[in-house]
């Protein structure tokens, strides 16, 4: 069964840093693209930033230039280093990937994320 397990949530002030980290288990062949959403309370769920297995990446206008999204397949490990952080990126930030060779769509179970002085 595939899992997916964030880490490196946590408070931190505006302006600080925080590296997520999402391990995928369960998989001998790896996900697909990869990615980080993020959901606010009374706000849908969106994409913050994804990463196809090559290294291609997409992210959202609001964290371009401040957020980098990074993978290491040899350790199924996909990565979101988040910089100049503002209060308006306090969300829940799930790690997503889609099935290499099946259409198969796995989430973690989301970290906390609070920006706040």
């Known amino acids: 069964q595939v899992q997916l397990v964030e880490s490196g949530g946590g408070q931190v002030q505006p302006g600080g840093s925080l590296l997520l980290s999402c391990v995928v288990s369960g998989s001998s062949v790896g996900l697909g693209t990869m ?9 849908q769920r969106e994409l913050v930033a994804d990463i196809g297995r090559g290294g291609t990446t997409n992210y959202a206008d609001a964290v371009k230039g401040r957020f980098t999204i990074s993978r290491d397949n040899a350790k199924n490990t996909v990565y979101l280093q988040m910089n100049s952080l503002k209060p308006e990126d306090t969300a829940v930030y799930y790690c997503n990937g889609d099935g290499r060779f099946s259409r198969n769509v796995y989430w973690g179970q989301g970290i906390q994320v609070t920006v706040s002085s």
């Open 35 to 43: 990615g980080w959403y993020r959901q606010a309370p009374g706000k």
